[in-house]
Nanobody, 115 residues
Framework: QVRLVESGGGLVQAGGSLRLSCVAS????????MGWYCQAPGKQRELVAA???????NYVDSVKGRLTISRDNAKNTIHLQMNSLKPEDTAVYYC?????????WGQGTQVTVSS
């Protein structure tokens, strides 16, 4: 069983920054891709950024240049540095991890950006 725990969400003004973290636990654990998804009220969950075990990252166009995903394989941790936040970034952010043929989700952390 893989458990993902997110932290770092909160309320910030437009233009501000937040840093989200996600720690994966479980034994044994060998994680393939990890990523961050967001879900705004009334909308579907969608990919924000993903990173492979080798460190290759990709982003949805709307966050390029503002958000940065990073990964520490030794600690089974990923981070999402969120800069120049906009009100439209407001959503619940979920951590995702692929382990073999299984996909795992965290409980989510709320990010609210006020205008």
């Amino acid at each position: 069983q893989v458990r993902l725990v997110e932290s770092g969400g909160g309320l910030v003004q437009a233009g501000g920054s937040l840093r989200l973290s996600c720690v994966a636990s479980g034994s044994p654990i060998s994680i393939d891709d990890m990523g961050w998804y967001c879900q705004a009220p009334g909308k579907q969950r969608e990919l924000v950024a993903a990173i492979t075990s080798g460190g290759s990252a990709n982003y949805v166009d709307s966050v390029k240049g503002r958000l940065t995903i990073s990964r520490d394989n030794a600690k089974n941790t990923i981070h999402l540095q969120m800069n120049s936040l906009k009100p439209e970034d407001t959503a619940v952010y979920y951590c995702n991890a692929v382990v073999g043929f299984s996909t795992h989700w965290g409980q989510g952390t709320q990010v609210t950006v006020s205008s």
